[in-house]
């Protein structure tokens, strides 16, 4: 177990002296309380609460250890060690992190894509009853369309036929005309 003073776990964790007293009030930071007045905090508690110690802060702490505690002495060598490992843990839980950022990323962008196509497939079986609905007026159309046209064609036939009798008509007139007096009353 490492412990240090509140003035060395200051230094360590980077944050002042009045924000480790309150967070050791708070509870948020456990502490030893040593003499009649003193308290020195854990390393490892330090960390917890603070994130880990940089590789420099490690020796500090094996030399405040190495002072401070004349009946417990950590090796530098392990401490550096120790301090190294729990940067890399750190970094491996940093990556975890990440990695779990991306799938959920992932899934909501599976999910959108999933509901994207569901209203794909919807729009295409409104669309089939549309088409449907757009044939059949398209049918009716055609079929006004060409009663239209066979009505027209029908009265185009009445008005040449009647045509040609009025002409046919017209030359008997003009050759009624062309008779003399006596024609016209005896034949």
Do not use: H
């Amino acid at each position: 177990m490492t412990d240090v003073s509140v003035t060395k776990a200051a230094e360590l964790s980077g944050v002042s002296r009045t924000t480790l007293y309150n967070d050791m009030e708070s509870g948020k930071l456990s502490f030893t309380p040593k003499g009649k007045n003193g308290r020195v905090i854990n390393v490892a508690e330090l960390e917890r609460v603070y994130g880990s110690l940089k590789l420099e802060d490690a020796e500090k702490v094996s030399r405040s250890v190495n002072s401070e505690q004349n009946n417990f002495t950590v090796p530098e060598s392990q401490l550096i060690e120790l301090v190294k490992l729990r940067e890399k843990m750190s970094g491996m839980e940093n990556l975890s992190d990440q990695q779990q950022e991306e799938i959920e990323n992932l899934r909501k962008s599976l999910d959108k894509a999933q509901d994207s196509q569901q209203r794909l497939l919807e729009d295409k079986r409104e669309d089939k009853e549309k088409t449907d609905s757009w044939q059949k007026s398209f049918q009716s159309l055609e079929q006004r369309i060409a009663n239209q046209e066979k009505q027209a064609k029908e009265k185009e036939e009445r008005a040449t036929k009647l045509l040609n009798q009025n002409r046919a008509l017209k030359k008997a007139l003009d050759a009624e005309k062309n008779k003399g007096l006596f024609k016209r009353l005896f034949g």
